[in-house]
């Protein structure tokens, strides 16, 4: 499930940009499709104009019946009646999607024989500063067996002995759910901390959810700024 709004704070209509010859939007689910690792892959959005670009162009594409303020709402309400284990979220703003960290997501629910993750997500390590301070990039901390313990936009762990050697992850806004999980957090309403960062994976962890991170060394260019877009345009030359 690939969720697409076409209004967005930062960027406003940033999946309709031309990537090299197409949309952004249209590059993220051709590259998504293109791993063939999913029984079916959909954009599911509250806009004509995207929901239009992918259908015109041999796609598929669920139009939103409600209004949701984060894509996990987005795609609960589109999976809810479906017949579905495990729910693969790409973000609609990640063209430079990759295979090999897709499955590393999907190997961690074949693996978990017990049930213990909820959902699992991926993570990058950086390591310049700038882009450790910059509130655009989401920081996320994890205990021994890599769940995670926060996320944020501020620095975190605030290096205050420098001599500590810290690791410092970006969290890809990249999920695989349990069906269930993703239901529940639909139901669920937001708290304090989701609401002050604007980070939705933080409802899960306040309401007990286990988010199993998955490194990957893949960084790609997610397009939040014009500047990210101009970025992605580079890189994809």
Known sequence: ????????????????????????????????????????????TDSDIIYNEIVNNGGKAIMSKKEHDCGSDRIAEAVESLDIDIVINVQGDEPFTDKESLIKLIEVF??????????????????????????????????????????????IPYPRDKNVNVKYYKHKGVYAFRKQAILDFYKLPMQVLEASEKLEQLRYLEYGKRIKMVETDVQGVEIDTPEDLERAIKLWK
């Open 1 to 44: 499930m690939i969720p697409a709004r076409y209004a967005a704070s930062r960027f406003p209509g940033k999946l309709m940009q031309d990537l090299g010859g197409k949309t952004v939007i249209l590059r993220t689910y051709e590259a998504t499709v293109a791993t063939n690792l999913f029984d079916d892959v959909f954009v599911v």
């Open 110 to 155: 074949k693996n978990d024989k017990d049930n213990q993750v909820d959902l699992a997500s991926l993570m990058v390590h950086i390591t310049n500063e700038e882009e450790i301070k910059n509130p655009n990039t989401v920081k996320v901390i994890i205990d021994q067996f890599d769940f995670a313990l926060y996320f944020s936009r501020s620095v």
